[in-house]
C-alpha cells in the first residue's frame, strides 16, 4: 500500500542547486543539493542535517565506525537561493520564446539556470 500523498512533477529544486533550509534542525545553512528523491519528496542538501551513522567493517571500509552523514530533507522546507542576491526567493515559471518552461526568481524575476 503506497501512503504516500504527493504527486510526482515538477519541482523548484534541481541537483545542483543552492537551497537554504528554512525549518527544522538545520535551519538558515545553505548548501547545494547532492540527490532529490522525487518520490518521497526529500532531498539531500551537503552540510546539513547530519548524521551519526554506525558503519559495520566492510570490504569498502574495513574498519568500520561511526561516520557523520547528510539525511535527507522535505522539500517544503528548502528554498532556492537567487545566484544575482544570494537570498532565497519563490519560484515561478514561463515560457521562454521557443515555448520552454523556465524558473525564474519571484523577487528579482531573473531566470534561473
Keep these: ?45 551537503e552540510g546539513t542535517n547530519m548524521i551519526t551513522k554506525h558503519v559495520k567493517p566492510s570490504a569498502t571500509s574495513p574498519n568500520g565506525g561511526i561516520e557523520k552523514r547528510e539525511a535527507s530533507i522535505h522539500l517544503s522546507n528548502l528554498m532556492l537561493v537567487d545566484p544575482a542576491t544570494g537570498e532565497a526567493t519563490r519560484i515561478g515559471r514561463k515560457e521562454d520564446d521557443k515555448g520552454k518552461l523556465q524558473r525564474y526568481s519571484k523577487k528579482t524575476g531573473e531566470i534561473i539556470k
Design 1 to 45: 500500500m503506497n501512503t504516500n500523498n504527493h504527486k510526482v512533477g515538477k519541482f523548484h529544486i534541481k541537483k545542483g542547486d543552492t537551497v537554504k533550509v528554512i525549518s527544522g534542525n538545520s535551519k538558515g545553512k545553505t548548501g547545494t543539493v547532492l540527490t532529490v528523491n522525487t518520490e518521497k519528496y526529500r532531498a539531500i542538501v
